[in-house]
């Protein structure tokens, strides 16, 4: 898949592909070995901001959780194509996402959260975008973002 086809796929659900993330710590965003793409969590980071702040069933609704997994899945699909020098068609299929979900501690639906996510993958790559997955509530993430995610993918 050739990274105009992923933008277009990406357009109809109304998503755009930014550039790739930089990385806010020591770390690279993507690292690309022995035929698979490690991904770095991703935050819901868009045009440089979060968005979304905050505990998920406190001051985060689950849907704008779940927004906020689509936007980490955007960036992580960025991520992925920086490791690749952009080069998307290696791209073999999507093998596992963690999600971590900053909850409270009543909130319990980390699975609907993580779909977002999931559910842009599907969309993109279809079959091959289908992953084994684990969504998690922790209690905070870095600057405070609500969604954090990562994913592994393999490479032709």
Known sequence: MTRDQICAKLLEIGLT????????????????????????????????KLAATGIVGQSVSLEEAQAAARQCAVNAIAAVGLALNGEFDRLDRIIKVEAFIASDPGF???????????????????????????????????????????????VK
């Open 17 to 48: 592909l930014p550039e790739a993330p930089k990385a806010l710590a020591v770390y690279v965003p993507a690292v690309e070995v022995g035929g698979l793409v490690y991904v770095s969590g991703q935050l819901p980071m868009k045009e440089g």
């Open 108 to 154: 319990t639906s980390q699975h609907l959260v993580a779909n977002g996510f999931s559910e842009v993958l599907g969309h993109v790559f279809g079959p091959a975008g289908i992953h084994a997955r684990a969504a998690v509530g922790v209690p905070c993430l870095p600057l405070n973002a609500a969604v954090e995610v990562a994913l592994l993918a393999k």
